[in-house]
């Protein structure tokens, strides 16, 4: 086990990551509406020791009950445009959507249309945009940060 | 009517296992496929009278889903198959869909289709009496996109496209059962150096895939140090994908008739290096979790299917092997790279979550093996090569990282009539159900992860 925690320590120092400074946080809530599993992959590995999204108050929270920030991947199929909406009615206000990937923009979609509802701004209002095919956790944290930094107060 | 079930059983008599079953032609037809052990394909049609054909799930109960898929895309009865429950379709109530379990204390837990974490959608519904699991119900299709619907009437090459959106994890797979589906349709055949380049991109898709579900055991039993090593070992392996192919997940390294992976003698031998690297951490972040004891005693004897049962449900890849059966479409797989390839089985093949994890180290260590042959030398762009023999049905069958992945592509010219993908994950699907009963709520999410099945090219 220690040579498990020296290896990730070392990793830790050649990486040189920055120290959070923002003093400020966010807790997001993703929302799978119908994507590759490409956006969850990259999504996934922000929180990985290259790049450490928690370091800056980036945290994925269980429950939309304790979340400012809806980070939804994929175009929407029909299956999943009611729990993404019950998803966005049970968060507190102040919210924000942020549509996570290409699919989520909108930008060549593929499906049918009886069964893709469309891009996420078709739902509900989008806040904040990240493209990608899919978007590299690098482009994911540098997003997000965004939204942190462009925020005074989320009013 | 009833030669199609004769037909059906005489298949799996001569010691043919099913492989997938689709409706075509709008719904007129039927069409089973068997694989034999040499690797060789049978379709097995049968004709729809008004609207109905019989079963063979009570054959091959592996059949289940295909057969409930094509009941709700095409609107047909199988005969025999009872109750014929929605997959695809979410209409109406959970009595629908759901297996009802009645008794003392006996209750119902949902979980999903939106999940805790970062994880695709689906809805679980337990049916459990205090903490133990009676019966576990899968919902998927949450992200059905009708790919294979949509893809169907544009050109062969076209379809790439939509075989690539089903799933990221397994766009390499998924991409290269597509172009073997259709170069066998039409009568190509790729030529070694297109073999070659295949393989290095589908040995690159499991390293990734392998590392990735090592980390996702790891955070299944809450051991955040393992599920951090091995996350950050799968960042490398995908930044080393972006290197040699300018994508992370390698999209646009597969196509139709040939492959656009191009690598010059510095390119293989950074390669090799890197994929050296990775292999000897690996290595070491492996030992440490064999003699991590708190990590160890959460495996064994949990999520357990036997060898039995793995092959009546239709089990494939990682999750056979760790029932003790020693099938990998890699050692019958003429079309790649391959040779003399032989599949690994963990020493304990007892089908529980441990004799599932350990495959993915061993295949590890026999994947980095590989690509240091098959990285050797350059790279060339590469074409595939008439042969003339082509026809209107194509089947390719290749193995994912999650087991084997089969395509059916029916064309008409370069058009596609029918398109079917039936992936690793849609055949172990049902498997990991079955495994979560008799076991503790609180384990499921290590069977789960286990199996570490996608979602997306499930739904498609």
């Given at each position: 086990m220690l040579t498990m925690l020296k290896d990730l320590r070392r990793l830790r120092r050649e990486e040189g990551l920055?120290?959070?400074?923002?003093?400020?946080?966010?807790a997001i809530r993703h929302v799978d509406a119908g994507s590759c599993n490409g956006c969850e992959h990259e999504l996934t590995l922000a929180s990985s020791p290259y790049y450490d999204l928690q370091r800056f108050g980036l945290g994925i929270v269980a429950s939309p009950r304790h979340a400012d920030v809806l980070l939804v991947t994929g175009a929407v199929?029909?299956?999943?445009?009611?729990?993404?909406?019950?998803?966005?009615?049970?968060m507190p206000e102040p919210r924000r959507v942020a549509a996570l990937g290409d699919c989520a923009l909108g930008c060549n979609l593929l499906g049918t249309g009886a069964d893709l509802v469309g891009p996420v701004e078709a739902v509900l209002p989008v806040d904040l945009r990240i493209p990608g095919c899919p978007p590299a956790p690098d482009a994911i944290a540098e997003a997000l940060l965004r939204l942190i930094d462009s925020t005074d107060t989320l009013g | 009517m009833t030669d199609y079930r004769e037909r059906v059983a005489a298949a799996l008599e001569g010691g043919l296992r099913f492989a997938g079953l689709h409706a075509s032609a709008g719904g007129a037809v039927v069409r089973a496929l068997f694989v034999a052990p040499d690797g060789s394909l049978r379709l097995e049609d049968i004709a729809v009278e008004r609207g109905a054909i019989p079963s063979?799930?009570?054959?091959?109960?592996?059949?289940?889903?295909?057969?409930?898929?094509?009941?709700?895309?095409?609107?047909?009865?199988?005969?025999?198959?009872?109750p014929l429950r929605p997959l695809v379709d979410h209409g109406g109530g959970n009595d629908r869909w759901t297996v009802r379990v009645a008794g003392a204390d006996t209750y119902e837990i949902a979980v999903g289709p939106i999940h805790a974490g970062v994880i695709e959608s689906g809805h679980f519904r337990f049916h459990v009496v205090g903490d133990r699991i009676l019966q576990l119900d899968a919902r998927l299709f949450y992200k059905h996109r009708g790919l294979e619907r949509a893809a169907e009437g544009g050109s062969l090459e076209e379809g790439a496209a939509y075989v690539a959106r089903a799933c990221a994890a397994c766009a390499v797979t998924n991409g290269v059962a597509y172009a073997h589906a259709c170069e066998d349709a039409l009568g190509l055949e790729p030529t070694a150096e297109l073999a070659r380049?295949?393989?290095?991109?589908?040995?690159?898709?499991?390293?990734?895939?392998?590392?990735?579900?090592?980390?996702?055991?790891?955070?299944?039993?809450?051991?955040?140090?393992?599920?951090?090593?091995?996350?950050?070992?799968?960042?490398?392996?995908?930044?080393?994908?972006?290197?040699?192919?300018?994508?992370?997940?390698?999209?646009?390294s597969v196509s139709v008739g040939g492959s656009a992976l191009e690598l010059g003698r510095d390119d293989v031998e950074a390669a090799r290096a890197e994929l050296d690297e990775l292999r000897r951490r690996a290595a070491s972040g492996w030992r440490e979790l064999a003699f991590n004891s708190s990590f160890q005693d959460r495996l064994p004897d949990v999520g357990v299917v036997t060898a039995e049962d793995a092959d009546r449900?239709?089990?494939?890849?990682?999750?056979?092997r760790a029932a003790g059966r020693a099938e990998d479409v890699r050692s019958v797989s003429p079309r790649l790279a391959y040779d003399g390839f032989e599949p690994v089985v963990p020493e304990r093949p007892a089908g529980d979550v441990q004799a599932r994890l350990d495959p993915r180290a061993l295949e590890l260590w026999q994947s980095f093996e590989l690509l240091d042959g098959l990285l050797a030398r350059p790279v060339a762009l590469a074409a595939a090569t008439p042969t003339g023999r082509g026809r209107e049905i194509g089947v390719g069958r290749?193995?994912?990282?999650?087991?084997?992945?089969?395509?059916?592509?029916?064309?008409?010219?370069?058009?596609i009539e029918r398109l079917r993908l039936r992936?690793?994950?849609?055949?172990?699907?049902?498997?990991?159900?079955?495994?979560?009963?008799d076991n503790l709520l609180p384990d499921f999410p290590l069977i789960n992860k286990s199996f570490e099945l996608c979602y997306a090219c499930a739904d498609r």
């Open positions: 920055a120290r959070p400074h923002r003093g400020r946080s966010l199929t029909s299956n999943m445009r009611d729990a993404l909406l019950v998803a966005y009615n049970a | 063979i799930v009570d054959l091959a109960p592996a059949a289940a889903w295909d057969e409930r898929e094509a009941a709700d895309l095409y609107g047909l009865v199988f005969t025999g198959h009872e380049a295949r393989t290095i991109l589908l040995e690159l898709e499991r390293t990734w895939s392998h590392l990735n579900d090592i980390a996702a055991v790891c955070a299944g039993v809450g051991l955040a140090a393992g599920n951090n090593l091995f996350a950050a070992l799968t960042e490398r392996a995908r930044r080393l994908n972006r290197e040699l192919t300018g994508h992370r997940f390698l999209f646009g449900l239709g089990a494939v890849g990682p999750a056979a290749v193995e994912s990282p999650r087991g084997a992945t089969c395509c059916v592509v029916e064309r008409d010219g370069d058009r992936t690793g994950s849609y055949a172990n699907w049902p498997v990991v159900a079955f495994a979560a009963a």
